[in-house]
């Protein structure tokens, strides 16, 4: 299925599918349009609207038929697709190459996280119970620079997301500087707060719970431009609700549905467009396509780059998936248990990963593609993650780690500089 | 929507019909006789004769399937019969009763209302404090006090200290205002207590369920003040399940105040339930239950289309 797929959805959505094993060079394939209404299912090939080497044949309904010992294919070009090359049916064609702008590394970073510590009390207070402390983020430090694309990885309770929500103020910082374009917002009250807010903004995970239900996608998007006044009447802020709906390729008619009338890809773009429209400078994007499939997810990737492109965007990219962060980032930090293991510009990492924590990371993500699969050594980490509610002494990875020893159990290890542009956490990494 | 509704009312007939055949069979299995209890009752030495005549008068000799026949057709014709008791038509009875009954349950639920979503939402919003401490108390004393004894102390409290009673004769609100909220404002206020304390919970645990909800964080995330978030996206969404509670109390209330209208001396339908459930009064108890039956369907039929206002994902087909 992998090595040979023999039915052009199956090509696209291997081909839409970003890689662990590949740099970014260009855009991502995507399949284009919507998966087909239910209601009203197209005669003939159900895949024929959206496929790249329709003939008119694809009109009558393909028998799932063998074509190869084991291989069955709904299609009627899954002989020619035997044969060879897709590329010849316009299945392989290779995406316009994404532009992208030269970043220059501009001197003064945009967003500086210095120091940053968020534990959260848990368990009940009062005699006979222990006070018990999550160490959600624990001493973190990074900077992000204005137009970059920083991708933030790590296992689910890495605190990834919680850095993410001490940004947006949405929780408050225990400890540590959080600035913004020179001044920490860590300590500003809601009244300086509310002045940033502006320039902020976020994508959230979810698109189907991050959207009130009883509002229209128009008053979702335009209800910032209201509250902050950006717009001078009401009725422009409809307009440029609907011009804002047409950027992130949604229909202007769409202002009057609510969201649970769209689908899942459909309403991520509504909370891009939403970020959009107080015209932000940073956007914190919390796993904004981990809840989608996979053929939406590169369409949902393709918009945030070509709006990056066109606006000048700086991105905060979480996400657990590595591929995906490959294709999108500029720089990539991981995370583990509240800190940073490593940091380093995107190819660097994935090509030369110094941390054994980052190896072990990349090792366990499959690849889809047999022939590749089959030549990777997988080393599977042992043990489970620790409790952060008791993480371990010294390195926090030292209970997992192939390579530590009685060091790793003392001392706390620093970022320490292991190449250009090049850092990690680690006492046994070395230039 | 409106072949929804159409149909929504059209259900509520078979809802009705069961309750009519309900009521009507257990009445008849429920021992008590009211030819004897209206003719013998007081201990008068009647002839089996007599007590005869009655019962051929009131129909009562006839078998249960054509008294029952006869009932139904006079519910389709809203024909009610004449009380067993008193003679008097069944409809009249209830309806000089029904009014007070209205008035006191409207008034209770704009009292709980007003109470209950401001006090429900507050304690939300400054859950674990002292103010939220605060509403909690009032609304499990709202719970534990009886309504009908917090409107004892209500009027012993007012006789106490304001040598004042509330009048007794029942005066329509279009008549003269006053003197109609002077009687009603006291048990409209004790029941409305204990009313709103079921509503302030709700609205409470309502509230602080959506405030966890996503789309708060949204709304707080591209930086809508927290007083909108509070009252556009937490409120709104918060709402549907106290319209719920706030509708069955409303229902409940028409007939089933019997304590509290005793305290108050009131002429209602709770009064008058009891009275004809005493007197085994046929006609009235099975025109009183038709009566409460028929609001909780209107009722339960008003929320359902309230919500699909409220929530657009709900669209009934």
Known sequence: ?431 | MLQYTVRRILLAIPTLLGVAVLIFFMLRVVPGDIVELKLRGDGAAVSAETLQVERVRLGLDKPLSSQFADWMIGLVTLDFGKSMWTGNPVAHEIAIRLELSFEVAILATVIAVLLALPLGTIAALYKDTWIDYVVRVLAIAGLAVPSFWLGMLFILALLVYFAWLPPITFTPIYQDPWANLAQMILPALSVGYRYSAVATRMTRSSVLEVLKEDYIRTARAKGVFERLVVARHAIRNALLPVITVIGLEFAFLIGGLVVTEQVFNLNGIGKLFVQSVTRSDYTMIQALVMLVAFIFVVVNVAIDLLYARLDPRIRYQ
């Open chain 1, 1 to 431: 299925m992998f090595a040979r797929p023999l039915h052009p959805y199956t090509i696209g959505l291997l081909r839409s599918v970003p890689r662990l094993d590949r740099p970014r060079d260009s855009r991502l394939a995507t399949i284009e349009g919507l998966p087909p209404n239910l209601l009203d299912p197209p005669s003939g090939c159900r895949f024929a609207a959206r496929c790249a080497a329709k003939i008119a044949l694809c009109d009558s309904d393909p028998g799932l038929i063998e074509i190869a010992p084991g291989q069955r294919s709904a299609c009627h070009r899954a002989a020619e697709l035997a044969q060879g090359d897709a590329a010849r049916l316009g299945l392989g064609t290779v995406p316009p190459a994404v532009a992208v702008a030269a970043k220059g590394q501009a001197a003064r970073p945009l967003l500086e996280v210095v120091h940053l510590k968020k534990f959260f009390h848990v368990g009940r207070k009062g005699p006979g119970h222990e006070a018990l402390t999550v160490r959600a983020v624990n001493d973190v430090s990074f900077e992000v620079y204005p137009g970059e694309t920083v991708g933030l990885v790590g296992e689910s309770g890495c605190g990834k997301t919680t850095i993410g929500r001490n940004i947006l103020k949405l929780d408050d910082p225990t400890d540590g500087e959080i600035r913004f374009d020179g001044r920490d917002l860590a300590h500003a009250s809601r009244r300086q707060m509310q002045a940033v807010r502006r320039r902020i903004q976020v994508i959230f995970q979810d698109p189907y719970s991050s959207l009130n239900p009883r509002m229209t996608v128009g008053q979702i998007i335009a209800e910032p431009l209201n509250v902050y006044r950006l717009e001078p009447t009401r009725k422009a802020s409809n307009e440029r609700a609907a011009d804002l709906l047409g950027q992130v390729g949604l229909y202007p008619y769409m202002a009057e549905r609510y969201p649970h009338e769209l689908s899942g890809g459909q309403r991520q773009r509504v909370g891009i467009a939403r970020a959009l429209a107080m015209k932000p400078d940073v956007i914190v994007c919390d796993e904004p396509v981990s809840a989608l499939d996979v053929s939406i997810q590169g369409q949902i990737i393709n918009l945030l780059e070509d709006l990056q492109g066109r606006y000048g965007l700086t991105y905060l990219f979480i996400a657990h998936d590595l591929a995906v962060v490959r294709h999108i980032s500029d720089r990539v930090i991981v995370m583990y248990l509240g800190r940073i293991m490593e940091i380093a510009s995107r190819d660097t990492l994935y090509d030369n990963p110094q941390h054994p924590y980052t190896k072990a990371l990349l090792d366990a993500a499959p690849i889809p593609d047999p022939e590749v699969e089959r030549t990777r050594v997988t080393r599977v980490l042992r043990g489970e993650l620790p409790s952060p509610l008791n993480p371990p002494s010294g390195c926090v990875f030292h209970t997992r780690c192939p390579i530590a020893d009685e060091a790793c159990r003392q001392v706390i290890p620093e970022l320490r500089r292991v190449g250009s542009d090049h850092h990690a956490a680690c006492i046994k990494v070395g230039l």
